[in-house]
């Protein structure tokens, strides 16, 4: 598989991209809707970054119970469930009058849903894929990547929009809307598949793989470098909101576009041997332009970092691949999943991180904090992973199958 065209001619993959591109304007619009009704109704950076990004703080809770079920549960009706469940839930979140508690209830159950259809999802994916060649799962993921920032800048721009001239409720209430057209595509376009292991889901069946998967350190160095350094840049974004609170969207869409422009880059242009080696430089990448944060920037200067430092977040293609080379095919569902809920949960963790911290100083302060913790963080891994056995062509040592 040589092109994205060639994507779009491997069955099936068109409706999951198609149902995953509505999935990501909907949550996108809804996210910045929260945020914004939180803070308009707290005034708290706190509780505004923890609106947003709260569903994130439940994977962890997910990975730990539900996440066997990405490779044991069929996925047309898993996925199909998966985003029934978040266009109700968002339609919830827009009732008018709803408490500050159950709000937060809710954005914990749409958390626990999403660990396990982000599992499904990218297992299913692979599994589309693999049948391309070794490199069919890195173009496919770039792609979504690339849809994933596109759709993120309309969907910030539409959202802002909606919630300046309308109100966030009724941005919600498009999201749910999404949500529901996201679902009937899943349940139309997707064919019957059976699930990729035998066996039925468990608590105890997650635990088990979850220690296989953490077991082999190639691997686990692998999750932390993925999880660790971008879920700290990701507390810098859930304080736009605070830092700029009448022009969030645009610092958001700006981001995206980075987004956009870095996977682009690493998904099609760099060729195989300088893409094992980017990972790091991507990483300091991601957060080095947050630092100037330091200085208060004005809104467009603010942006053009975020847009800068958000090509960053390429990093995450080259440690997948790495990822589904270490990972027997059986399990990929559960470990892409595992991937998706302990980086979402960083993110959350980080969000509540720097929200906290900006209530006491100032979302500049709390941003400049972030970016610094991220690169620490980045340095340290690339400092044990020198020291981690390689093969002769310099790729990570091979863990035994299970």
Do not use: K
């Amino acid at each position: 598989m040589r092109s994205y065209q060639d994507l779009f001619r491997t069955p099936e993959f068109t409706p999951l991209f198609l149902s995953t591109a509505a999935q990501t304007a909907a949550q996108t619009m809804s996210g910045l809707a929260l945020g914004t009704l939180v803070y308009r109704a707290t005034g708290s950076p706190l509780l505004s970054a923890v609106s947003m990004f709260g569903p994130s703080l439940a994977q962890v809770l997910g990975a730990t119970l539900l996440l066997s079920g990405s490779d044991r549960l069929a996925p047309r009706p898993a996925l199909t469930g998966v985003t029934l469940a978040f266009a109700a839930t968002t339609a919830v979140l827009a009732l008018p009058g709803l408490p500050l508690g159950a709000l937060f209830a809710v954005v914990l159950v749409q958390g626990l849903v999403a660990s396990l259809g982000g599992g499904v999802r990218w297992g299913l994916l692979n599994e589309i894929l693999v049948p391309g060649g070794d490199t069919g799962y890195l173009l496919g993921r770039s792609l979504f990547n690339m849809m994933g920032g596109l759709l993120q800048i309309v969907g910030y721009a539409v959202g802002g929009a909606l919630v300046a001239v309308l109100s966030p409720r009724f941005s919600l209430l498009s999201a749910a809307v999404l949500y529901a057209l996201a679902c009937a595509v899943v349940r139309l376009g997707l064919s019957r598949r059976p699930p990729r292991a035998t066996g039925r889901p468990s608590a105890a069946a997650t635990w088990r793989t979850n220690v296989l998967l953490w077991s082999d350190r190639p691997r686990r160095l692998t999750y932390l470098g993925l999880w660790l350094p971008n879920g700290l840049v990701v507390g810098c974004e859930s304080l736009y909101v605070s830092y700029a609170p009448d022009a969030a969207g645009p610092l958001f869409a700006c981001a995206a576009l980075g987004m956009l422009a870095g996977d682009a880059t690493v998904g099609r242009l760099l060729p195989p041997a300088v893409r094992r080696r980017a990972a790091t430089p991507l990483l300091l990448l991601l957060a080095a332009p947050y630092l100037l944060f330091a200085l208060r920037p004005p809104l467009p200067v603010a942006a053009a970092l975020a847009a800068l430092a958000s090509a960053g977040f390429a990093a995450n293609l080259v440690q997948q691949e790495r990822l589904m080379a270490l990972t027997p095919a059986a399990l990929s569902g559960h470990a892409l999943g595992l991937h998706s809920a302990g980086m979402l949960t960083l993110q959350g963790v980080s969000a509540a991180l720097a929200g906290s911290v900006a209530q006491f100083t100032s979302p500049a302060v709390a941003t400049t904090a972030m970016a610094a913790a991220s690169a620490a963080v980045t340095l340290a891994l690339a400092a044990a992973a020198r020291r981690t056995p390689a093969q002769a062509d310099g790729r990570p040592r091979p863990a035994p199958a299970p």
